[in-house]
């Protein structure tokens, strides 16, 4: 009798919800960026998109919103920070609000190359943080390459001094508005999808980025002269939400992280491929000119720019700094 009750109960309650259970629609989760598609964080999210849902299609899906369509960046950081949406990958100047210690990345030449940066991201330090603003509910959960920033102008300089006076796009660091000012340029926080008209209409004259940025949002229609001066970097990181993170089962967890993994790999190794591709279809360009400073040269530029290493070392942390220039010394 019990038997027979439990048996139409259960019967019941399949016949009411497993048709709901299989026709239930994935959840969406929104992966908002900058940049376009065909870029090394565009490819990351189109790689971090079929991944997830190769694995868990039935209950995931990531819709991606590129260059600025839904929202510019630190717009994406305070979204992301109380769960609007689930997944960006800022650059790394554009965590001030939330902490000072990445402004490391920030800091002019203190990266030679791009091996360094990747030491020091790979380092204890480094990976500490991605948790460095778990508590105001943004969670790091790896580092993106885009490359080395190159300054480009509406004029020909090659001397510090050729700045002065000029007016220079930065992201919204105050350690790159700190740093055009240190040249008597004045600097110009922007958003990065409002760069393309400012250049086109001369509110700015110059502005610094990677190759494939510069080359990506087509700056070199109204930049025609660049400097190789590899002064500064512009890597990402990719964030979510901590609360969205931590009601994931272990599983989804560790389907994600695979996820991340893969397509971090895969966008590292398109940084790498397109920096040099992208500097070289500039450097062939009619109406442009890239100059390459002598060592002597560059030198002038870093005695420039580094006395900010030390008026930010107690706002970053020294210990931050030192594992930042070990990994500079291998
Ligand atoms: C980006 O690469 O995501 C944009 C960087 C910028 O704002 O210059």
């Known amino acids: ?9 259960l019967l019941g309650f399949i016949t009411l919800f497993l048709p709901m259970a299989l026709w239930a629609e994935p ?52 979204a992301i920070a109380e769960g609007r949406i689930h997944f960006a990958a800022p650059s790394l100047s ?41 508590n105001q509910g943004i969670l790091g959960l790896g580092y993106l390459h885009n490359g080395l920033k190159q300054l480009t102008a509406d004029r020909p300089f090659t001397r510090p001094e050729d700045l002065a006076g000029l007016r220079f796009r930065t992201m919204n660091s105050d350690v790159l508005i700190k740093q055009f000012e240190l040249l008597n340029a004045e600097a110009v926080p922007m958003a990065f999808s409002e760069v393309y008209q400012a250049l086109a209409v001369k509110r700015i004259n110059g502005q610094e980025n990677t190759w494939s940025n510069i080359f990506s949002k087509a700056f070199y229609e109204h930049q025609p002269y660049m400097m190789i001066s590899n002064h500064g970097v512009l890597d990402y990181m990719l964030i979510t939400n901590t609360d969205f993170w931590k009601g994931l089962s272990e599983q989804d967890r560790f389907n994600f992280r695979y996820a ?31 100059y390459e400073p002598t060592a002597a040269e560059l030198a002038t530029w870093q005695n420039a720019m580094q006395p900010l290493w030390a ?14 220039r070990k990994a500079g010394q291998p």
């Not at 009798?1 to 109960?9: G, L, Q, T």
């Not at 940049?35 to 189109?46: L, Q």
């Not at 490391?104 to 460095?132: I, K």
């Not at 008026?311 to 930042?324: H, P, V």
């Open 1 to 9: 009798m019990i038997n027979r009750r439990i048996r139409s109960a």
């Open 311 to 324: 008026s930010y070392e107690k706002i970053i942390g020294k210990n931050i700094i030192d594992a930042a």
């Open 27 to 78: 959840q969406q989760l929104v992966f908002s960026h900058v940049v376009s598609p065909d870029t090394p964080k565009g490819k990351m999210a189109k790689m971090f998109k079929s991944m997830v849902e190769k694995k868990m299609g039935d209950r995931f899906e990531i819709i991606i919103y590129p260059s600025a369509d839904l929202m510019d960046d630190d717009e994406a950081v305070n």
């Open 260 to 290: 991340i993994k893969m397509a971090l790999k895969y966008g590292n190794a398109v940084a790498k491929a397109k920096s040099t591709n992208d500097k070289t279809e500039l450097t062939h360009m009619k109406n442009v000119t890239v």
């Open 94 to 134: 554009k965590f001030e609000t939330y902490t000072q210690k990445l402004k490391v990345f920030d800091l002019p030449f203190l990266f030679p190359d791009m091996d360094a940066v990747n030491r020091f991201q790979n380092s204890p330090t480094g990976q500490s943080l991605l948790t460095s603003m778990e």
